[in-house]
């Protein structure tokens, strides 16, 4: 048997996974994202937002694919990088964003923590009994680990960055002296202004939601992308695509995302989960 699969996405057409990427695929942590609906309750206010974490983390692999080729990445950091894009949003619970205020209340922690925990294998999702089920796999940071692919750098770049940060400045000071020393693109392919994650989802929502708000010019953002100075940045020829991004998040987040009846349903599940005993 070959070792990659052609998956057709109704986004992105054929997408190709191999390797390393096939087997986390397949592993329970990503395939439980299949029955998590990427929009929590939206499909009660739009029928057709049936869509799921796996097909938003599949198509957000795909993106970073095509940024890694355009930016001409190395292959330890482009590994880095797909390894991040499809293990992004495996800590998500049940409805996707819609409990992640109650999940963090409760744990201390959203989804990006969560994630970033069963990276580095700081929490399993499956009990020994379900190994009679799913198998006796090795541990997800073992498989990275194997391939080559640090679990920590992975793990870092799905948690959110913290401007604040000195140490996560794009300008690294020594002996008071300041200079680009920062390697800031890496996260910014997956959590940053003009990440894969939300190239992904604004188109994915658009078209499964019917709305005609979600449409972006992957083409030329991807064309005009580059690294300056460690920083992910656009080239003047780019800002078109740049603002029509934008426009379609901010358009999607007015007519989707935050729909009053949306948001209604969202509530009162919340509250719901909120009222039930720990």
């Known amino acids: 048997m070959p070792g990659y699969k052609i998956i057709h996405d ?38 057709g937002a049936n869509h799921t974490r796996l097909e938003h983390s599949l198509g957000t692999y795909h993106m970073a694919s095509r940024l890694c080729t ?26 996707s964003h819609t409990l992640e205020e109650v999940i963090c209340h409760r744990l201390g922690k959203d989804h990006a923590n969560v994630s970033s925990d069963l990276i580095v294998g700081d929490y399993r999702p499956y009990e020994d009994r379900d190994i009679e089920v799913i198998g006796n796999i090795p541990p997800l940071p073992d498989l990275l680990e194997q391939n080559g692919v640090a679990p920590d750098k ?30 800031n693109f890496l996260h910014q392919i997956i959590s940053g202004p003009l990440d894969v994650d939300q190239m992904d989802y604004l188109l994915r929502d658009a078209h499964y939601t019917g709305v005609a708000h979600g449409t972006i010019d992957i083409d030329r953002l991807l064309h005009t992308m580059m690294i300056h100075h460690g920083d992910l940045v656009v080239q003047k020829g780019g800002l078109v695509a740049v603002e029509g991004l934008l426009v379609a998040r901010s358009l999607m987040y007015t007519s989707v995302y935050f729909h009053k009846t949306v948001r209604i349903a969202e509530m009162m599940l919340c509250k719901a989960v909120e009222a039930a005993p720990p």
């Open 10 to 47: 109704s986004i992105h057409g054929s997408v190709r996974v191999e390797g390393l990427f096939l087997s986390l695929l397949e592993r329970p942590e990503m395939q439980r994202l299949h029955g998590i609906h990427q929009l929590g309750l939206a499909h009660l206010v739009f029928p």
């Open 154 to 183: 992975v793990a870092d770049l799905v948690t959110t960055v913290n401007h604040s940060d000195p140490a996560q400045s794009t300008f690294a000071v020594e002996a008071g002296q300041a200079h680009f020393g920062q390697r």
């Open 70 to 95: 355009a930016l001409e990445l190395e292959e330890e950091d482009r590994q880095t990088v797909l390894a991040a894009a499809m293990l992004h949003d495996i800590g998500h619970t049940p409805y």
